[in-house]
């Protein structure tokens, strides 16, 4: 993060801005809106400028640059066009520790001027550190898009309505009391302009807290049981978004991508859970934290890689919560196998390959697997989760079920994220080839037709000889 992002409370404070073009006037418009008292220092200025000088908004220095300009500034931006000129404005605001903007500077800059979406007194600002204003812009009228006109107005009714909240309700009480007003009839009202009718629908709301004693008594918790996908964190679900917003708590896996923790509440507690092979009792650990943090009140995010009824043990965790009546909502993720499979644009199923697909735990823990002569069949594809360990293991149980040593295999490893690496080769082959290539966990072992289709029907596609293709992609 090469910025840290904040606000700055310049109203009635004194900001300089040196230059008096069409720049200067764009940034002068952002500190009047501010309520900052401008001078603008510059030979000339723009007419627009000129006009505001006349009415006495802001202050108009007809001079050359000089440091002293400086003297009570609490910010500064150079807007001119001559990079000497605004060169020095950097040295003396950097010497005298005052804020800099030089437009189109990041390199002279100490701070810059992101791009703003303005519903007062919420502020949303956007930047990408100077490197791509256009696209800041565009991320912007994206997010514009979608608040509403009069959102400014909600953030000031529940601002004046705190105090009364604060003295109607327990602190257990109010994060929930706020969050049904900011999403319910409350709000409702005042985005359509009926502030009376809002300040009706407040009232019910605090008095149906009173009656069913929610103003003080701590709450039953919840827990949210979160598939967080195969890797790639721009491939969570809206939903799963919207929750990890709302934890108080959040236990992660070893699979789920660190980036998904910047997506949760500021304040929310991350706690790693993840498991390592032999530790058996993990999984009881992770059930007795669950119940106890529900019945502390918190609202818990159990986040785990992939999706949690897909080898993610969800379904042991949904019951250790309802033995204790504890309500769970469970958002599915985009499993290993489906992510991984179109990250590598290797289809599972396909009219001419496959017509049927087998999700397999490496890790057989005693439990009886399907004939493996079904396995050994090339036209039905097999996914093997957790096999890299059971790789030989997996080769030979598939060999003597009749398998051939052609048949086609591909391992997907770190599916979906920037490292990935997709190995494709044949029973007889790839326990040679994963050990040369060092290959890794979290990876998935693909078996049958549909595993050499990158290999050779994308290369026909392609007209390149298939003796020209590698074994790595």
């Not at 069409?22 to 500190?31: C, D, I, M, N, Q």
């Not at 502390?296 to 949690?308: C, H, Q, S």
């Amino acid at each position: 993060m090469d910025y840290l992002p904040m606000f700055l409370r310049v109203h009635a404070q004194p900001v300089l801005i040196v230059g008096g073009g069409a720049v200067a006037l764009r940034k002068a418009e952002w500190l009047l809106k501010a309520g900052a008292l401008v001078t603008v220092v510059a030979p000339a200025l723009h007419e627009q400028l000129q006009a505001r000088a006349a009415r006495g908004e802001l202050q108009h220095v007809a001079a050359a640059f000089a440091p002293e300009h400086l003297a009570q500034a609490v910010a500064a931006v150079a807007a001119t066009d001559d990079a000497g000129v605004n060169a020095a404005v950097s040295r003396a605001a950097r010497a005298r520790r005052v804020p800099v903007n030089v437009v189109d500077d990041a390199g002279l800059s100490s701070f810059i001027f992101p791009a703003i979406i303005d519903r007062s007194p919420l502020l949303v600002a956007v930047s990408s550190a100077g490197a791509a204003p256009v696209l800041a812009r565009q991320v912007r009228e994206q997010i514009e898009a979608l608040l509403p006109a009069r959102l400014g107005a909600l953030a000031r009714f529940m601002g004046a309505q705190r105090a009364r909240v604060r003295r109607a309700l327990g602190p257990w009480a109010r994060r929930g009391f706020w969050e049904r007003l900011a999403a319910g009839p409350v709000a409702s009202r005042v985005l359509a302009a009926d502030e009376a009718g809002a300040e009706r629908a407040l009232l019910r709301e605090l008095r149906a807290c009173e009656l069913t004693g929610a103003a003080s008594a701590a709450p039953l918790g919840e827990v949210y049981l979160i598939g967080a996908g195969p890797g790639d964190p721009d491939l969570l679900t809206l939903r799963a978004l919207q929750l990890l917003q709302q934890a108080d708590v959040i236990l992660y896996d070893r699979l789920v991508a660190l980036e998904l923790l910047q997506r949760a509440r500021r304040d929310a507690q991350c706690i790693f859970v993840g498991k390592e092979a032999g530790d058996s009792g993990r999984q009881e650990r992770i059930h007795q934290m669950l119940v106890r943090l529900a019945l502390e009140g918190k609202r818990v995010a159990r986040l785990k890689g992939g999706d949690p009824f897909v080898f993610g043990r969800g379904g042991e965790e949904l019951e250790a919560l309802a033995a204790h009546g504890i309500p769970c909502r469970v958002v599915p993720g985009i499993t290993a196998a489906l992510g991984a499979a179109a990250s590598a644009e290797l289809p599972l199923t396909h009219r001419r390959l496959a017509h049927s697909v087998t999700f397999v735990s490496g890790h057989e823990d005693g439990g009886a697997l399907p004939d493996w002569r079904f396995f050994a069949n090339p036209q039905h594809t097999v996914v093997f989760y957790m096999g890299v360990a059971q790789l030989a293991h997996i080769v030979a149980r598939l060999r003597a079920a009749g398998a051939t040593a052609d048949h086609p295999v591909a391992i997907i490893e770190q599916a979906t994220r920037p490292a990935q690496r997709v190995l494709r080769s044949t029973l007889g082959a790839v326990a040679a080839l994963a050990a040369a290539r060092a290959v890794r966990p979290p990876a998935l072992l693909v078996t049958g037709n549909v595993a050499a289709f990158a290999a050779a029907e994308t290369l026909a596609v392609l007209d390149v000889p298939a003796a020209s293709a590698g074994a790595v992609a």
